[in-house]
């Protein structure tokens, strides 16, 4: 059997918690900042889990978890 490839993008845009969570960064926080109030901006800086409904997409993307 063949070794399988881990998506590289993906590995290095999310982190593991010691209880195998997936940790993501949100998006829009990038450009287009001027409109978006400090409060929106701050909440998009913070780190969040990876949904249940996206977790099969991840994994079959990472297959040595």
Same mark, same amino acid.
């Given at each position: 059997?063949?070794?399988?490839?881990? @998506? $590289?993008?993906? #590995?290095? $845009?999310?982190?593991?918690?010691? @209880?195998?969570?997936?940790? $993501?960064?949100?998006? +829009? $926080?990038?450009?287009?900042?001027?409109?978006?109030? +400090?409060?929106?901006? #701050?909440?998009?800086?913070?780190?969040?889990?990876?949904?249940? +409904?996206?977790?099969l997409?991840?994994?079959? #993307?990472?297959p040595?978890?």
């Amino acid at each position: 059997m063949y070794k399988l490839k881990t @998506s $590289r993008a993906i #590995n290095k $845009r999310i982190k593991f918690t010691s @209880s195998k969570k997936i940790m $993501r960064r949100k998006a +829009s $926080r990038s450009h287009l900042l001027q409109k978006k109030t +400090s409060k929106r901006k #701050n909440q998009l800086g913070k780190v969040t889990s990876v949904h249940l +409904s996206n977790l099969l997409n991840f994994k079959k #993307n990472l297959p040595y978890l």
